[in-house]
């Protein structure tokens, strides 16, 4: 066990140098050297074309911790990158909801289990969404997933996990708006855009399309723009093609970006965007692994254990006895923290052990501090032993979308199940109780 960042990342600086594998021939032992590393390294080879799946235990754990339970979750983030090798690279990546960002105060992105691959057909994304399936079967409840658009992988994203919610990138959203746009000789994008995804003036927020509450909304507010849309394509027929475009792209909008999509998965109220920031995060700290060189399969493979183990791994040890330099433990699970003291009274078994228990964990028994499992790692005052709320979220009677109200009702049941979280705050009319209720933004300012 590492005893400190600085130490964890010099265990294997020397093998650096080893990296450099130039493109070579498919004549090669490459494959068969492959195939001797997937065995021995963790990695599963899916078929007789090379389809490799790169992941160690604690990824996968992480997957069934962190995606599958709605109480408090992350989406799974899947975009494909190339500029690695003589092969195609698609990275899964995730936030560790148990931790938070000491720079930023958010749940840190995390590289989650990836992909080796040739060929890009939804049929090879399946395959490998099925071993993975088949190596964590909680993922059959995965909450979320989010990619740029692609349509292979999202079909097969979609396929392989039905019960999951799937979010747009808007980013490249736009960017296909802007094509299309250009293609029809419009110079000015700027009211298009507004119209679509919202626009932001000074402290108010004007709200576009994907900002529509329902599906029905949605196909009223695209509606209402038939008529303008022509006048600026100057269309004498009254016909708009970007109108017709748009349309034909309404299921994927409402299926994957309108407001209550993004709430129900988790984005807030009113809902954030979605970007594929996280995947990009991922891509750049492998390239960064691999010096922008091009590596054989093996190599590149040995390059992301090792990112994996002595980067995001140890991180997680360090951070549960408070000595990481990047993350901590969030405030509502610090009972789950070790002082130095007894980390190091521990013996090496022991530490692994008190590591290996808090991958079992469920997000459950974080969040519900199941007094049994707590008793296990600290004895600092533990949570509710149940989280229970007087009324359901499905008694909201009135125009509160369900998914808004179900959202809401998992927000209430993460703060109340935390020591302290909700205090009597002081009033003007003692009629009338008020309370100081914990902020999940991590600001230490209460509302």
């Not at 740029?148 to 980013?171: I, M, N, V, W």
């Not at 020591?419 to 914990?438: E, H, L, M, R, W």
Request: include cysteine; charged fraction near 25%; glycine fraction near 6%.
């Amino acid at each position: 066990m590492p005893r400190g960042r600085t130490q964890a990342y010099d265990i294997k600086r020397e093998r650096v140098g080893s990296y450099g594998v130039e493109r070579r021939s498919r004549e090669t032992d490459e494959m068969t050297s492959l195939n001797w590393f997937a065995h021995t390294e963790g990695m599963q080879e899916l078929s007789g074309e090379p389809l490799i799946l790169l992941a160690t235990d604690n990824q996968l754990a992480d997957l069934s911790q962190f995606c599958t339970q709605d109480l408090d979750f992350s989406h799974l983030s899947v975009d494909p990158t190339f500029n690695f090798g003589d092969f195609s690279v698609t990275p899964t990546s995730y936030r560790n909801v148990l931790l938070k960002s000491v720079k930023t105060g958010k749940c840190p992105v995390f590289i989650g289990p990836i992909f080796i691959h040739h060929t890009k057909y939804k049929e090879t994304y399946l395959q490998c969404f099925d071993k993975l399936k088949s190596l964590v079967p909680a993922l059959q409840d995965l909450v979320a997933f989010g990619t740029d658009g692609e349509q292979s992988l999202s079909e097969a994203l979609s396929t392989c996990f039905t019960k999951a919610l799937h979010f747009r990138c808007f980013r490249h959203f736009e960017g296909n708006v802007r094509s299309k746009l250009s293609q029809l000789n419009v110079t000015d994008f700027r009211q298009y855009l507004s119209e679509i995804f919202g626009k932001q003036e000074g402290r108010t927020y004007q709200p576009g399309l994907l900002d529509a509450a329902t599906s029905d909304d949605f196909d009223a507010i695209l509606l209402s723009l038939k008529q303008p849309w022509p006048e600026r394509e100057s269309r004498k027929d009254g016909q708009s093609k970007f109108h017709d475009w748009m349309k034909k792209r309404a299921p994927i909008m409402k299926n994957c970006m309108i407001a209550n999509v993004r709430t129900k998965a988790g984005l807030g109220f009113l809902p954030d965007k979605y970007y594929t920031n996280d995947s990009e995060n991922t891509n750049g700290r492998l390239r960064h692994k691999t010096h922008g060189k091009e590596l054989g399969e093996t190599a590149f493979a040995k390059a992301v254990k090792e990112l994996i183990e002595d980067d995001q791994e140890a991180e997680v040890i360090l951070a549960l006895f408070g000595a990481s330099e990047r993350y901590e433990l969030r405030e509502q699970f610090k009972r789950f923290q070790l002082s130095a003291e007894e980390w190091w009274a521990k013996n090496e078994r022991q530490r692994k052990d008190y590591v290996q228990r808090i991958y079992d964990l469920s997000i459950e028994d974080f969040c519900a501090g199941n007094s049994h499992q707590a008793s296990h790692y600290s004895t600092k005052t533990p949570l509710l032993a149940s989280v229970q709320l007087s009324l359901p979220h499905d008694c909201v009677a009135g125009s509160l979308d369900l998914h808004i109200a179900e959202f809401m009702w998992k927000k209430a049941s993460r703060i109340i199940s935390q020591p302290n979280s909700i205090c009597p705050a002081p009033s003007k009319d003692g009629k009338i109780q008020t309370f100081s209720v914990i902020s999940e933004k991590g600001n230490g300012i209460p509302n």
